[in-house]
């Protein structure tokens, strides 16, 4: 059974720092490309970055600069860290895993204010 499971959002104010984690399991993490995605209040849900099973990344343009995206394969785990949140990065977040398949966690809340 495939879980992947967010940890790390909450309530920050505008300019601050977060950290999301993304635990994977039951797939073999390593072979698996990672996103991120977002949606906020009344929005559709949107890509915020990825990383290639190999370490590449790619960003969206509203968060280049103020967003960094790793792995540790060791560990299944793909992380986001968000530098200089700002309101409009109030949203949940979720973690993909994608291989041709694809498999989404449950999402972590965060909430940035003003």
């Known amino acids: 059974q495939v879980q992947l499971v967010e940890s790390g959002g909450g309530l920050v104010q505008s300019g601050g720092s977060l950290r999301l984690s993304c635990a994977a399991s039951?797939?073999?993490?390593?072979?698996?490309?990672m996103g991120w995605y977002r949606q906020g209040p009344g929005k559709q849900r949107e890509l915020v970055a990825t990383?290639?099973?190999?370490?590449?990344?790619n960003y969206a343009d509203f968060v280049k600069g103020r967003f960094t995206v790793s792995r540790d394969n060791a560990k299944s785990t793909v992380y986001v860290q968000m530098n200089s949140l700002k309101p409009d990065d109030t949203a949940v977040y979720y973690c993909r895993a994608s291989r041709g398949d694809g498999y989404w966690g449950q999402g972590t809340q965060v909430t940035v204010s003003s």
């Open positions: 990383i290639t099973s190999g370490g590449s990344t």
């Open positions: 039951g797939i073999v993490f390593r072979d698996y490309m």
